[in-house]
């Protein structure tokens, strides 16, 4: 569900010309992956683009954020995609087509596998991961209540949030068990349960 970093860095003083957030998480995340999430300090990943500690939290408030990549701004820019391109579909299948459209990755993508993994099975990324997973529920109940003319804060709209961000959850668990798992394929399948567990007013 988390991103990657664009390969464009904010224009911060003091920083070396060439460093990129993208080249601070991947040094990171190719830490992580080598040492483990724990063994491995802010100082090592700075340390490893060849920058300092307050340059290092000029793009990131903590290397749990790094983890995430660039997941605050996707999910401004998915709300952004699923008001432009959903509107003419029925609530529920608008919904399995943002959330595949958000986890729609390159199968061979190992470093988002890496990125998930650290996410689901690491447990302070687990207690980090709280507020983002509500961010991404909250944008499901925002786009649903809308769809259903009803407050941002009305039942039906959270209990859609809520189950499609499970669907999503027990996705990736799968996927991240089974190596030769087809991410999309599980992810419909757990849309359709979502399908058919919710029943929509009127």
Known sequence: MARSAPDIAPPRPGRRPSTSLEEIERAGLALFADRGFDAVSVD???AEVGIGRRTFFRYY???NDLVWGRFDELIDEWE???????AEMPLLQAIRAAVLHFNDFPEDD??????MSLILQNPALQAHA???????RDAIARYSARRLGVDNEAFTPRVIGHIALGAALASYEQWLLTPDADLRGLLDDALTVLAETVRLPG
């Open 61 to 63: 408030p903590s290397k």
């Open 110 to 115: 190992d470093t988002h596998r890496l990125r």
């Open 80 to 86: 952004a995609w699923m008001r432009a391109h959903t």
């Open 130 to 136: 709280t507020l983002r997973y509500q961010r991404w």
């Open 44 to 46: 090592d990943i700075a």
